[in-house]
């Protein structure tokens, strides 16, 4: 079967195109803009991939080979329902869906059970970390990965495994089209008011989620916050179980996200919780998690007030006071919708820069909050110690500057093209 992803380069997209091609398809794809994701992908061997997504484009790909499975990000629906390739796949009948369907079919046609990380933050390094214990095990695995490490591909599907990994996002309501063998969530917090209007709708969205699974792990505090109560299914974590001081990994939620992972593999890997821990304590990480660019200088996804707050704490962990960081929001309606909690979140940081939020998936009506207009949204203390700044010569030399000094830099970055993330590894690393 020929299946053609549209938004390849994306990091949900992308990996489910490696699985699809490792499963023993032909794959193709297309993106609106070249990436280092684009290259990673073209060494794996899926080299038929155009940028600009046009309907020329893609009636070329399908005349070289018809194309039998059109499978798209929700971002490239939510931008343009009318977008040229789609315009092609209905007058063409090419099948047509979003890659939750594509990736259950998978599943379904190997046999495998779905093992599904969900949750506001701590996905992606949950994610990882099953990921990291399973291979450690030799156990034959399916996964997808939403993000680079030293120690697995970000997607990858291996002959015999009887269970695949997944990080099922909230976004779009993506996660409701699982259901999944095993359910670990990481921490809940309102978040997508796009898709989402209210708290309340935000976490019956988790609470349905959950009854489609065949099995929940889940933080007490996260329990309390949508009304759930342990059963036959659901096994509930103390978010103060004293094992959690006893693991040897820096950072407050890296410790939860291993004592998750622990307590979830108990059954599948035959192994205990303390087992599984010693395992954990050697995991190696994973790209834009507190990833070290060079010496000094760290880059993390963190882009919700709770996901920041981690990061913010890990930093001092390895800064102490000296902790500067550089803050790039990840979309201007987030901003607006965070802006509140953004007041006293840097307070702690020696120094902040603030540079341009990273763009996509927009509210046209809102008002861009440029860099100096999320300074005014801080408390005044933090005020005086934080810059607007550009992604140009003058912030390379001034972080230059602050490396020399001893200084703990910390970049909270969207990642992607054109990216402070992107900028960062072109001038850092």
Request: aromatic content about 8%; proline content about 3%.
């Amino acid at each position: 079967m020929h299946i053609f992803f549209s938004g390849i380069g994306g990091t949900g997209i992308g990996p489910l195109a490696l699985v699809a091609r490792q499963a023993g398809h032909t794959v193709s794809g297309s993106d609106k803009q070249d990436s280092s994701y684009i290259h990673y992908l073209k060494n794996q061997g899926i080299s038929q991939i155009t940028i600009g997504q046009s309907k020329s484009a893609i009636a070329q790909t399908h005349k070289a080979q018809p194309i039998d499975w059109y499978v798209y990000s929700s971002a490239v629906a939510i931008e343009n329902p009318n977008a040229p390739e789609f315009q092609f796949c209905r007058e063409q009948a090419i099948k047509m869906s979003k890659r939750d369907e594509l990736l259950n079919t998978i599943i379904a046609g190997k046999g495998m059970k779905l093992l599904a990380v969900a949750g506001t933050h701590g996905k992606t390094t949950t994610t990882a970390m099953m990921i990291w214990v399973l291979k450690q095990l030799g156990m034959p695995i399916g996964y997808i990965l939403p993000a680079k490490s030293s120690f697995a591909e970000m997607g990858a599907y291996e002959y015999g495994a009887g269970y695949f990994v997944y990080e099922c996002d909230e976004f779009d309501r993506n996660f409701l089209h699982f259901s999944p063998e095993l359910s670990l969530i990481t921490g809940i917090a309102w978040d997508h008011p796009d898709i989402y209007a209210t708290q309340k709708d935000y976490n019956q969205a988790f609470v349905d989620f959950m009854k489609q699974s065949s099995r929940v792990l889940l933080w007490q505090s996260d329990a309390d916050r949508v009304g759930t109560h342990p059963d036959e299914k659901t096994h509930i974590l103390s978010d103060t179980d004293k094992k959690l001081q006893l693991i040897n990994l820096a950072g407050e939620v890296n410790r939860k996200d291993a004592f998750l992972v622990a307590s979830a593999l108990t059954n599948i890997t035959a192994r205990s919780v303390e087992d599984i821990l010693k395992i954990l304590e050697k995991f190696p990480g994973v790209s834009r998690r507190f990833e070290q660019i060079t010496q000094g200088v760290y880059s993390d996804y963190a882009h919700t007030p709770e996901k920041i707050r981690g990061a913010l704490q890990l930093g001092h962990e390895v800064g102490g006071d000296n902790l500067v960081v550089v803050y790039e929001g990840l979309h201007n309606t987030r901003q607006h919708f965070i802006r509140a909690d953004l007041t006293h979140l840097f307070e702690d940081v020696k120094k902040l820069y603030i540079v341009p939020s990273y763009l996509a998936r927009e509210d046209t009506s809102l008002e861009l909050l440029t860099p100096d207009k999320l300074r005014l949204a801080l408390s005044d203390p933090t005020q005086t110690k934080t810059q607007s700044a550009q992604l140009n010569a003058d912030l390379k030399m001034t972080l230059s500057q602050h490396i020399e000094h001893g200084d703990t830099v910390l970049c909270l970055s969207a990642g992607g093209g054109g990216s402070l993330d992107e900028w960062l590894r072109q001038n850092f690393s």
